[in-house]
């Protein structure tokens, strides 16, 4: 789905989400008690009610913003410790994802070829591997 770029991630997340599940259905694969992790940007209780209704766990950061009450701060924290092993692994994506805009070649697509392109996304991905495994010297 393709949507302007001003519209906030959390307005298009019922439709996306629908998409999802309907995707999934269609080539017979479950996602009953998978995880799906989003960011603080989805911290709300209808989200999470829709995915817990989906038979799906959510994994989201809490957005601790405009809270005050030292209770319900607690409470939240305390649920999100329970997946935040999970969450951390939504970062090693994360970070992938900004090691490849480090490379210019790869943020804005030049290539007219699907294989020159994906060929040059392969080099970045063996060169931030390579720094990995020899050290960032």
Known sequence: MVRPVNVHDNLLFDTSFTELLESMNRL???LV???LTLDSGFDDGKNRNQIEYANLI??????LRGLKDREKINAKL?????VQEIYRERYKIERCFAWEDSYRKLVIRYETLQCTFMGFRYLAYSMVNLKDVLGRK
């Open 33 to 35: 008690d998978s995880y």
């Open 78 to 82: 305390d649920a999100f410790e329970e």
């Open 58 to 63: 959510p994994v989201i950061k809490p957005n």
């Open 28 to 30: 017979g694969i479950s």
